[in-house]
Structures are given as structure tokens and as C-alpha cells.
């Protein structure tokens, strides 16, 4: 007689529960994708380190006009909270400390990718895409390029357009954000 797999999906609102409870160790490095616990790939330093150029960046050319949220969850349904490396949310005064942005309120979500290169271009852009997200950008460390996707649908992304190093990548909703690719990629240390 064949088992059957049992597997268990949870809802956003019960991924939030366990990590207030403490069923996930503090430095889990997980995420909720379809009702799934998903663990995310490790961060190695030219990640940390374009994270941090990134975190820059986006702060002094957004300051308060804009929440830049660093690794931090977005509630894009009631099974799906990722956690991308940036959401550039509408400015709320709480800081989104009362509860995490949804589609509604983002302007732009932003991976930085090498080892998760295939899981954002495929799997993550497609959930973003299917969800609203307006604009979604990858950092690509691999080739030193940034891919922009816009104009979302339940199929994905209309468009998707790859940048490099002579270009700046320029968002379509948030307003004065254009980042120059050559300044994610800086050539010494």
C-alpha cells in the first residue's frame, strides 16, 4: 500500500505566530512561499556588501518620501511572505511597525542575487509578478547587471529589461530613484 506525503501549508498570519512564539531560532533565514517554510541562501559578502551600497543609495536619493525596508517580510497573500532583500514602500508614519506592506503599498522590491539567480528571476518574479508588485528589480552579481520587470499580470512581467554597467536602471513609480549600475559593482576594494 503507497503513503501518501503529508504536507502542510501555512497562512501568513501562522508563519507570524510561530516566529512571535519562538519556533524559529532567532538567525533563521527562512520565508513563507505558498504556504511553505522556505529556507533562503546563505548571504556571502558580495551580497552583504551590494546590500549595503544599495541601502545607501536608496536613503539618500528616497529619504522620506519612502520606506526602504532591508530584508524585511511583505504580506503579498494569505500564504505568501517573502522576504526580499529591499521593499521601497509608500511612506507611512509607523514605519509599517503595525503591520507588514502589502502590494498596495510597494513601489518597487529589489533581490540581490548569485547563488539565487534561477529561484528570483523564476520563482520570485513570477510570485511578484502574480501579486501586483508594480516594479521588480534583480541585481545580478553573476553577470553585474540589474534586470527590471514592470507592467505585472497574473503571467508574470510584460517587461523585462537588463541593464548594465554604462546604464542607470530609473523606477517607474518611485519618483527620483535612478541608480547607476556601475556604482553597484565597484571595482576595488
Same mark, same amino acid.
Given at each position: 500500500?503507497?503513503? +501518501?506525503?503529508?504536507?502542510?501549508?501555512?497562512?501568513?498570519?501562522?508563519?507570524?505566530?510561530?516566529?512571535? &512564539?519562538?519556533?524559529?531560532?532567532?538567525?533563521?533565514?527562512?520565508?513563507?512561499?505558498?504556504?511553505?517554510? =522556505?529556507?533562503?541562501?546563505?548571504?556571502?559578502?558580495?551580497?552583504?556588501?551590494?546590500?549595503?551600497?544599495?541601502?545607501?543609495?536608496?536613503?539618500?536619493?528616497?529619504?522620506?518620501?519612502? &520606506? =526602504?525596508?532591508?530584508?524585511?517580510?511583505?504580506?503579498?497573500?494569505?500564504?505568501?511572505?517573502?522576504?526580499?532583500?529591499?521593499?521601497?514602500?509608500?511612506?507611512?508614519?509607523?514605519?509599517?511597525?503595525?503591520?507588514?506592506?502589502?502590494?498596495?503599498?510597494?513601489?518597487?522590491?529589489?533581490? =540581490?542575487?548569485? #547563488?539565487?539567480?534561477?529561484?528570483?528571476?523564476?520563482?520570485?518574479?513570477?510570485?511578484?509578478?502574480?501579486?501586483?508588485?508594480?516594479?521588480?528589480?534583480?541585481?545580478?552579481?553573476?553577470?553585474?547587471?540589474?534586470?527590471? #520587470?514592470?507592467?505585472?499580470?497574473?503571467?508574470?512581467?510584460?517587461?523585462?529589461?537588463?541593464?548594465?554597467?554604462?546604464? #542607470? &536602471?530609473?523606477?517607474?513609480?518611485?519618483?527620483?530613484?535612478?541608480?547607476?549600475?556601475?556604482?553597484?559593482?565597484?571595482?576595488? +576594494?
Amino acid at each position: 500500500m503507497a503513503t +501518501a506525503s503529508l504536507k502542510h501549508q501555512f497562512s501568513s498570519d501562522q508563519f507570524l505566530r510561530m516566529a512571535e &512564539v519562538g519556533i524559529f531560532p532567532p538567525d533563521a533565514r527562512i520565508e513563507l512561499l505558498d504556504g511553505e517554510i =522556505v529556507p533562503m541562501s546563505p548571504i556571502g559578502t558580495s551580497h552583504a556588501g551590494i546590500v549595503n551600497i544599495l541601502t545607501m543609495l536608496l536613503c539618500e536619493a528616497l529619504g522620506r518620501r519612502w &520606506v =526602504v525596508a532591508v530584508k524585511n517580510p511583505i504580506k503579498l497573500s494569505r500564504m505568501d511572505m517573502p522576504q526580499p532583500d529591499f521593499c521601497i514602500a509608500k511612506w507611512r508614519n509607523d514605519r509599517y511597525g503595525n503591520h507588514h506592506p502589502t502590494p498596495a503599498d510597494i513601489g518597487l522590491v529589489i533581490e =540581490v542575487a548569485d #547563488s539565487s539567480l534561477e529561484f528570483d528571476t523564476g520563482v520570485k518574479r513570477a510570485l511578484y509578478a502574480a501579486s501586483g508588485i508594480i516594479e521588480y528589480w534583480v541585481v545580478d552579481l553573476v553577470h553585474c547587471t540589474v534586470e527590471q #520587470s514592470t507592467l505585472p499580470g497574473p503571467s508574470g512581467y510584460g517587461i523585462t529589461e537588463t541593464h548594465g554597467m554604462i546604464d #542607470s &536602471v530609473t523606477a517607474t513609480v518611485v519618483n527620483g530613484l535612478s541608480v547607476p549600475v556601475s556604482a553597484l559593482f565597484p571595482s576595488e +576594494a
